[in-house]
T-cell receptor, first 114, second 113 residues
Framework: DGGITQSPKYLFRKEGQNVTLSCEQN?????MYWYRQDPGQGLRLIYY???????QKGDIAEGYSVSREKKESFPLTVTSAQKNPTAFYLC?????????????FGPGTRLTVT | SQQGEEDPQALSIQEGENATMNCSYK?????LQWYRQNSGRGLVHLIL?????REKHSGRLRVTLDTSKKSSSLLITASRAADTASYFC?????????????FGEGTQLTVNP
C-alpha cells in the first residue's frame, strides 16, 4: 500500500521535554510538509521541504525543528521552546517539482503536553 | 493570517439537500484546492481548480472559481450523512523556494439523516 504514515497517533509529554514526531511516505514524493491544527481551526504551516537535505520555515516555525536526510522521512521535533505545543500535527507530501499539486495527508499525531 | 476564509463556519442540513460552502482569498493564485477532514483524521484532497478555469465537477461535487471576486464555492449535491466533515479551501503561494498551500479555517458540515 502506498501512503503516508505518522506515529504515534497519540503522544503525551511533560513540559520541558523535546519530542519527535515521525512522518514516513512511500509515494516517492519530493515535497513534504508539517502542519499544526488547533481545535476548530485550519492548518498552519510549520516547515516544508521540497527536496532532500533542504527545508524552509513556514508561518509558525518557532520552537520546532526538522530534518530531511531521506526522501521518505521528514521528522518534526517539538522543542521545549515551543510555548503551547499541545495540538494536532499533520504531515503531508506532494509530487513537488516546484509547482502546486494536491497534498496527501497522514492520519495525524495528537500531542498533549502537561 | 490565513489566505482563505470559508463561509459559513458551520452548516447543518438534511440528507438529500445541497450544501454550498464559500471561500474568499486575498491575493492572486495559481490554483485553489478543496479538502475534506473527518473528525480527528487527516485531510483528503477533493478537487483542484486552476486560475484559468471557472467551474469543475467531480461526482457530486461542483466547484466554481471567480478570480475577479477572489472567491470560490464548493457545492455538494444530494448530500449524505457520510458527507459530515470539515471542508477547507487552500490556495497556493508560489515562492522561489517551492510551492506551498495556505488553508482557511474551514466549514463544519453536518448532514442529518
Amino acid at each position: 500500500d502506498g501512503g503516508i504514515t505518522q506515529s504515534p497517533k497519540y503522544l503525551f509529554r511533560k513540559e520541558g521535554q523535546n519530542v519527535t514526531l515521525s512522518c514516513e511516505q512511500n509515494l516517492n514524493h519530493d515535497a513534504m510538509y508539517w502542519y499544526r491544527q488547533d481545535p476548530g481551526q485550519g492548518l498552519r504551516l510549520i516547515y516544508y521541504s521540497q527536496i532532500v537535505n533542504d527545508f524552509q520555515k513556514g508561518d509558525i516555525a518557532e520552537g520546532y525543528s526538522v530534518s530531511r536526510e531521506k526522501k521518505e522521512s521528514f521528522p518534526l521535533t517539538v522543542t521545549s521552546a515551543q510555548k503551547n505545543p499541545t495540538a494536532f500535527y499533520l504531515c503531508a507530501s506532494s509530487i513537488g517539482d516546484r509547482r502546486t499539486y494536491e497534498q496527501y495527508f497522514g492520519p495525524g499525531t495528537r500531542l498533549t503536553v502537561t | 493570517s490565513q489566505q482563505g476564509e470559508e463561509d459559513p463556519q458551520a452548516l447543518s442540513i438534511q440528507e438529500g439537500e445541497n450544501a454550498t460552502m464559500n471561500c474568499s482569498y486575498k491575493t492572486s493564485i495559481n490554483n485553489l484546492q478543496w479538502y475534506r477532514q473527518n473528525s480527528g483524521r487527516g485531510l483528503v484532497h477533493l478537487i483542484l481548480i486552476r486560475s484559468n478555469e471557472r467551474e469543475k465537477h467531480s461526482g457530486r461535487l461542483r466547484v466554481t472559481l471567480d478570480t475577479s471576486k477572489k472567491s470560490s464555492s464548493l457545492l455538494i449535491t444530494a448530500s449524505r450523512a457520510a458527507d459530515t466533515a470539515s471542508y477547507f479551501c487552500a490556495t497556493d503561494a508560489y515562492e522561489t523556494s517551492g510551492s506551498r498551500l495556505t488553508f482557511g479555517e474551514g466549514t463544519q458540515l453536518t448532514v442529518n439523516p
